[in-house]
């Protein structure tokens, strides 16, 4: 089955503790992306990937970061958490390169983190 | 920078009520693209449209694309309790193609 595996689906973690979120993917896609969700703000981009080794970011970038060694993962990495990175976490991939249509995003099922 | 507005913010109605969410882009797009969330899930894509003044259909849900390609409304026709959620709106920016969403209609449906 395609999907979008994100972990941990939900944890809630201190004050600067050092956690990833992890994603894989098993649709062989090239592009992944991180968003992230808060009530009135939708869903804003944080980074996102081309392909392995090429990142880049997103909307709201500061505070995270993110790596990609291998074409199916794409870790979240919040090196120092702070209580405004409390939110909806999503990963996301598509394939191919943007050719202007067809570049569907398929999601994660989220992950919500909470940092105290 | 590029903006996707979506209006309303929230909408409730009585099921067998019609529904409609309108999306405004600062600007012209190549293609929409519209995802359901149901409560406590995940965005899924819904339909792409591509072209000037297209409307497609998936049951009651009929989605249009202006014909100047910067605005998209999606309309369902009376509503059941299984079209709760919210819905977004997106639309690709820059080379990239990045989904810039807008912020979503959350519909309730009472029964």
């Known amino acids: 089955e395609a999907q979008v595996t994100q972990n941990p689906r939900y944890l809630i973690t201190v004050t600067g503790k050092k956690l990833t979120v992890t994603c894989s993917q098993n649709?062989?896609?090239?592009?992944m992306s991180w968003y992230r969700q808060d009530p009135g703000l939708g869903l804003r981009q944080i980074y996102y990937s081309m392909n392995v080794e090429v990142t880049d970011k997103g909307d709201v970038p500061e505070g995270y970061k993110v790596s990609r060694k291998e074409k199916r993962n794409f870790p979240l990495i919040l090196e120092s958490p702070s209580p405004n990175q409390t939110s909806l976490y999503f990963c996301?991939?598509?394939?191919?390169?943007?050719?202007?249509?067809?570049?569907?995003?398929?999601f994660g099922e989220g992950s919500w983190l909470t940092v105290v | 920078g590029q903006q996707v507005m979506q209006i309303p913010q929230y909408q409730h109605v009585q099921e067998g009520e019609d529904f409609t969410t309108y999306c405004n882009s600062s600007t012209t797009l190549s293609n929409i693209q519209w995802y359901k969330q149901r409560p406590g899930g995940h965005p899924v894509f819904l339909i792409q449209?591509?072209?000037?003044?297209e409307v497609k259909k998936q049951k009651r849900l009929t989605f249009q694309f202006g014909e100047a390609k910067k605005n998209s409304s999606l309309h369902i026709t009376a509503t059941q309790t299984t079209d709760v959620g919210t819905y977004f709106c997106?639309?690709?920016?820059?080379?990239?193609?990045?989904?810039?969403f807008g912020k979503g209609t959350k519909l309730s449906v009472k029964p």
């Open positions: 449209l591509v072209k000037s003044g």
């Open positions: 996301a991939s598509r394939p191919g390169a943007y050719r202007g249509y067809g570049n569907t995003i398929y």
């Open positions: 649709m062989n896609h090239e592009y």
């Open positions: 997106a639309g690709p920016a820059g080379s990239q193609g990045n989904l810039i």
